[in-house]
């Protein structure tokens, strides 16, 4: 089963992976575990990891005023896991993205 959702590639996350090059995040399967994660990042990228960290997301209600009316919506819940790896790895995580 596939836990790994998709890479978390955002300013935030950037500014992290520059100061420690071995720290990834991705967005994963709420029911996914540490080790469930680990393994498959292991098998994906083929690197070893030291330890992965989780955190739960709630999702949000939100609303704004437009000239349409009031929009009312959500933002969706999720699981983020930040993965370090060996010291001297790293994940080319651009490497698949076709042009």
């Known amino acids: ?10 300013e935030k996350m950037t500014n992290i992976t520059e100061k420690r090059p071995s720290v990834y995040g991705f967005i994963v399967s ?6 469930e994660i680990q393994k498959e990042v292991e098998a994906t990228y ?4 030291e330890s992965v960290n989780t955190m739960r997301y709630e ?6 005023y437009t000239k349409a009316g009031l929009v009312k919506g959500h933002k969706s ?5 930040v993965v370090t790896l060996k010291e ?3 994940i ?3 490497s698949n993205i076709e042009q």
């Open 1 to 10: 089963m596939a836990f790994i959702i998709k890479p978390l590639v955002t």
């Open 30 to 35: 709420p029911d996914a575990n540490k080790v």
């Open 46 to 49: 083929n690197v070893t990891v």
């Open 59 to 64: 999702g949000k209600r939100s609303q704004r």
């Open 77 to 81: 819940a999720y699981k983020k896991a």
């Open 88 to 90: 001297g790895e790293e």
């Open 92 to 94: 080319d995580i651009y």
